[in-house]
């Protein structure tokens, strides 16, 4: 119990800064005017999911006409030539409603996976800060970020991938059926378990890194716009102006998480789209400007999709309360060993 209450009291130190303990305890107690809850409690990690669970649930569903198009794109580059022809060839052949095919399993297996990416997230970010201690958690921090959420999106993405097998088919195999009541009973039926996570190998190359940059990146952006960009700190914001940053940082992060992942998002597009293939015959299929197909779409998807993301994972944390750390401070056990070494 002793070696728990520790590990509890660095996390707070690690997240909350060096806050004298009669402070702190102010902090993050639920008892407080301030917080509804401590940070590492059920009702945190449980709010924190949900908030992850709105997040990419309704942002994914808001772009399925676009997503639609680039996954039509990375499988069919000769029929689907651009993103605008895409979408006119979508129309033609369909009608509107064409362009919300896959909502379904998008709406289902999206919001599964912001459980896992965003409650998992807090909850191994939480655990490493601990196994590291205050100072090191400081230091290390982007290898913090790195570790919670690599480990974070390992899970999240077995509760996407059935979903996904089945979104991906509904909008790239011609013929094929049209929804999610259909599609999830065929593919049992026809391939059986393995139909649905067959492509979960090429989803964690795609969403592992993706992930690890999203919440890195951002996290580090959060840092560099208060300290060099916003002109007054963070605690002199208000709850608006600090949800502004969040959307900012967020952008920014998309951007790069839509380039380091593209090439395993359209593995992943071509694999669901042929039931017969491998990991390597799609890559190879692809080629490697097949692979950077669809780039131009994804990066306007990912980019306002990861900045609605976190405004809405913000926003919930405001409404209900939670605790939100700001951005993290030199330990002052780590400003004094400095100051003694260069004394």
């Known amino acids: 119990f002793e070696h728990k209450t520790m590990v509890f009291e660095r996390q707070k130190e690690a997240f909350f800064g060096s806050v004298p303990s009669g402070n702190s305890k102010q902090l993050v107690a639920a008892s407080g005017s301030q917080y509804s809850c401590e940070v590492g409690s059920a009702k945190f990690y449980g709010l924190c999911a949900f908030g992850g669970l709105l997040s990419c649930g309704l942002t994914h569903t808001a772009v399925v006409p676009l997503?639609?198009?680039?996954?039509?794109?990375?499988?069919?580059?000769?029929?689907?030539?651009?993103?605008?022809?895409?979408?006119?060839?979508?129309?033609?052949?369909?009608?509107?409603?064409?362009?919300?095919?896959?909502?379904?399993?998008?709406?289902?297996?999206?919001?599964?996976?912001?459980?896992?990416?965003?409650?998992?997230?807090?909850?191994?970010?939480?655990?490493?800060?601990?196994?590291?201690?205050?100072?090191?958690?400081?230091?290390?921090?982007?290898?913090?970020?790195?570790?919670?959420?690599?480990?974070?999106?390992?899970?999240?993405?077995?509760?996407?991938?059935?979903?996904?097998?089945?979104?991906?088919?509904?909008?790239?195999?011609?013929?094929?059926?049209?929804?999610?009541?259909?599609?999830?009973?065929?593919?049992?039926?026809?391939?059986?378990?393995?139909?649905?996570?067959?492509?979960?190998?090429?989803?964690?190359?795609?969403q592992i890194p993706y992930t690890m940059m999203k919440f890195a990146c951002f996290e580090r952006t959060v840092e560099v716009l208060y300290k060099y960009v916003v002109p007054k700190p963070r605690s002199d914001c208000s709850k608006g102006e600090q949800l502004v940053v969040t959307f900012i940082a967020g952008y920014i992060a998309g951007v790069f998480c839509a380039i380091v992942s593209h090439p395993a998002d359209s593995i992943v597009s071509k694999l669901n789209a042929n039931p017969g293939g491998g990991v390597s015959s799609a890559a190879k299929e692809l080629g490697l400007a097949g692979l950077w197909k669809g780039l131009g779409p994804r990066i306007i998807m990912i980019g306002t999709l990861t900045a609605l993301q976190w405004f809405i994972y913000d926003s919930v944390k405001v409404a209900f309360r939670l605790p939100r750390p700001p951005p993290p401070e030199m330990p002052e056990s780590l400003k004094r060993k400095l100051a003694a070494s260069q004394a």
């Open 67 to 206: 997503d639609l198009v680039k996954c039509r794109i990375q499988v069919d580059s000769a029929k689907y030539k651009s993103l605008a022809n895409g979408f006119r060839v979508s129309v033609k052949e369909g009608g509107m409603k064409a362009l919300s095919l896959g909502w379904a399993p998008t709406l289902l297996g999206y919001s599964m996976q912001g459980v896992g990416k965003f409650g998992f997230y807090e909850a191994f970010k939480n655990l490493y800060s601990g196994l590291m201690g205050e100072e090191n958690t400081y230091l290390y921090r982007t290898s913090m970020y790195l570790a919670a959420s690599a480990s974070a999106e390992f899970f999240a993405d077995i509760f996407l991938c059935p979903m996904e097998s089945v979104k991906v088919r509904i909008q790239t195999t011609p013929g094929w059926s049209q929804t999610l009541r259909e599609g999830a009973p065929r593919i049992w039926a026809e391939e059986g378990v393995n139909g649905f996570y067959k492509g979960l190998a090429p989803l964690w190359a795609r």
